[in-house]
């Protein structure tokens, strides 16, 4: 690593930010890429991702540029050759983002994902990680350029032809609504459908429920409970329009999961449900000094974690993680933020 002195005089230079996915880890990438943009006189930001999450940074003001991960990687390094960078900021770091760095051969500047901490909390419960959230570890990878978080929080942008209309949702929920974001990547991160139906049919409340096109069958069956006050938008709509259903809420309920990060964002009061993942990972809603704070409801079991991704279905079968958050206490929570 150059002494900050020399990078110092480096300022207005070129960077690359690197993060290939997903939802919830790019969006927490954005206070980096705004604090370089804003701090760092001049500075050219260009962002790379792959193609699939271009929406996700496609409208941020703080990006002069996206890149995307298609598919040919060496079309990609020689449309990244062209733009001769001076510094690579590495917030992926993994065997595809160090085969970048070869082949750019710029100075590179790269998170450290604590796997080793990762798995020995996995494997043996034992927590050696840092009380750090990941934005303040993505942060250090900038900090000999002299940028500093500015404690704005996150940052999400969208179009104004990407915001939802009106006549988009049920008249009943005009006047207000609770999104409820049911999907996630893993099957270990999702509350059960079964205690998604038992939360909607007591809560007095219109009910939006999130997620993608494969959510959308348990979307179905949990709004069968009552198809008036709970509307399945699962697969309805786009990423960004999602994300706009979520600015829009009284409040969030969600798996730990992309639109939980973009609900932060957009300093939303957020009780997210914890599975398989911890708290302690680091990757909370984070919302910067903003007076914001989110409930995280989760359970106590000698399992968990079990990964620091997540399975389709629980390896032992049991699944009590989840199935022992309680749907009373969610309704109690949300009936105070209300």
Known sequence: MEPADQIEKKAGKKFLIVRFSSIGDIVLTTPVIRCLKQQVP??????????????????????????????????????????????????????????????????????????????????????LLPKLHIVDRYMKTVESFGVKNDGKGLDYFISKEEETQ???????????????????AHGTKRWPV???????????????LLGGPEDAANGNEIASVDDIKIYNACGKFKLNESADLVRKAKLVISNDTGLMHIAAAYQKIIISLWGNTV??????????????????????????PC????????????????EKIEVEEILKRVRQKI
């Open 307 to 322: 990964s620091k991704i997540g399975y389709d279905k629980c390896p032992l079968g049991h699944f009590k993680c989840m």
């Open 42 to 127: 001049d500075a050219e930001v260009h962002f790379l991702t792959r193609d699939r999450f271009h929406s996700v940074v496609e409208h941020n003001p703080y990006i002069d540029k996206v890149h995307q991960l298609a598919h040919s990687w060496e079309l990609m390094i020689e449309e990244l050759k062209t733009e001769d960078y001076d510094y690579i900021i590495d917030l992926h770091h993994n065997s595809k983002t160090l085969r970048l760095k070869n082949a750019l051969k710029k100075k590179s500047f790269s998170f450290y994902k604590l796997n080793i901490q990762k798995y020995i909390l996995t494997a043996f419960k034992i927590n």
């Open 166 to 184: 009106m006549h988009d949702i049920p008249v009943s929920h005009t006047a207000g609504y609770i999104a409820c974001v049911i999907g996630a």
């Open 279 to 304: 708290p302690s990972f680091g990757m909370t809603p984070y919302y910067g000094d903003f007076s914001m704070t989110s409930l995280q409801m989760q359970t106590k079991v000698w399992c968990r």
């Open 194 to 208: 079964h205690k998604w139906k038992e939360f909607c049919a007591q809560l007095n409340h219109p009910i939006i």
